[in-house]
């Protein structure tokens, strides 16, 4: 075990492990991640696909080099097993969502993506979990570790007991985030959001394997059995706006359910930065695109960034004005 290490971080996501193998490996630091065992039984909280329902071009141009960077870091460890292409439609029931939804589709040909209307073709898709079993990635428990007071620039942690400093404490996914920074702490740019996820017995088939109802809150994924995955925002009328987006027959077998929280920006926009006085690195806001975002993150945290992303990060950051970068803000239903 190192004395101490340089990141620490602290997540269950695809994007966590990503980001821990990519500074472990492609920038040699001493890396720690904090993570749960997976779980076959555990239901998905999110559908990983390089799409962000974004109208900033700069937004876009991050995006589509790290799904590039992604596809790239995959292949070079025998991983692409786990990624995939899917088609994903989003639906507006509102006039202002259609209009959003317009200039997104816009901005996705742009920038090389097959989008015609709110459909669109051969988004790349992440499923499965990331392994780092052969990483020099060290992986812990939750349960085997205390956040301890802060030292100078170095936060400390305790490991089984045994005090280790850390460089850096990276809080990388939603529920690390709210189990390790308390209400008071977090910023208000950030709201909790109840969330229920939910799988149906198999389904009539679905317009798209992926739908997302941007004014319902609903996203549904089907499964090659014809299963459906759906993750529904909000507590109000959750039913009714869940059975308002399936297809049937009906009634449909739940087959499993789970509540859980997720976190969104007020404005729209990711927000990703060193919060104080706590210290914690925060990542949120990110959306369905976040498992792709591991490579740009990495460099950032690294101190590796080059201009373009070393800017679209700065505006990203806890700042007092986020005009510049505010986006299409999610549905509280």
């Known amino acids: ?20 193998g990519l500074l ?103 499923e499965g979990e990331i392994s780092l079993k052969e990483s020099k990635v060290q992986i812990v428990e939750p349960s085997s570790i205390g956040l301890g007071p802060r030292d100078g620039k170095a936060a400390r942690l305790t490991l089984s007991n045994e005090t280790v400093e850390v460089g850096q404490i990276v809080l990388a996914d939603d529920a690390a985030i709210l189990d ?26 679905l317009p798209a394997p992926v739908m997302r109802y941007a004014d319902r809150g609903v996203t549904l994924a089907q499964r090659p059995d014809g299963s459906v995955l759906g993750l529904v925002s909000g507590t109000d009328s959750v039913e009714a706006r869940l059975a308002s987006c399936l297809p049937g027959p009906f009634p449909l077998q739940r087959r499993a359910t789970t509540h859980f929280s997720r976190l969104v920006s007020i404005d729209g926009a990711p927000v990703i930065g060193r919060l104080d006085p706590t210290g914690f690195f925060v990542i949120a806001g990110l959306g369905d695109a976040g498992a792709f975002m591991a490579p740009p993150l990495a460099r950032r945290l690294a101190g590796k960034s080059p201009d373009r992303e ?24």
């Open 24 to 126: 472990a490996h492609d920038h040699g630091r001493q890396v720690l991640l904090v993570t749960d065992p997976p779980s076959p039984q555990r239901l998905p909280r999110q559908i990983d696909v390089a799409l962000p329902f974004a109208t900033r071009p700069q937004s876009w141009r991050i995006v589509r080099q790290a799904e590039a960077d992604t596809k790239m870091l995959l292949r070079s460890v025998d991983g692409t097993d786990r990624l995939g292409s899917t088609a994903v439609e989003i639906v507006a029931d509102r006039a202002r969502t259609a209009a959003a939804l317009a200039h997104v589709s816009e901005m996705a040909r742009g920038f090389g993506i097959d989008a015609r209307g709110g459909r669109f073709n051969r988004v790349a898709r992440l």
């Open 180 to 205: 390790r920074l308390p209400e008071p702490d977090r910023p208000p740019l950030l709201v909790a959001q109840p969330m229920t996820a939910t799988l149906t017995s198999p389904a009539k088939r």
């Open 1 to 20: 075990m190192p004395q101490g290490y340089d990141f620490a971080i602290f997540g269950a996501s695809p994007l966590a492990a990503l980001l821990a």
């Open 310 to 333: 070393a800017a679209w990060f700065a505006t990203h950051d806890f700042v007092p004005d986020r005009d510049a970068v505010a986006d299409l803000a999610e549905v509280v239903a």
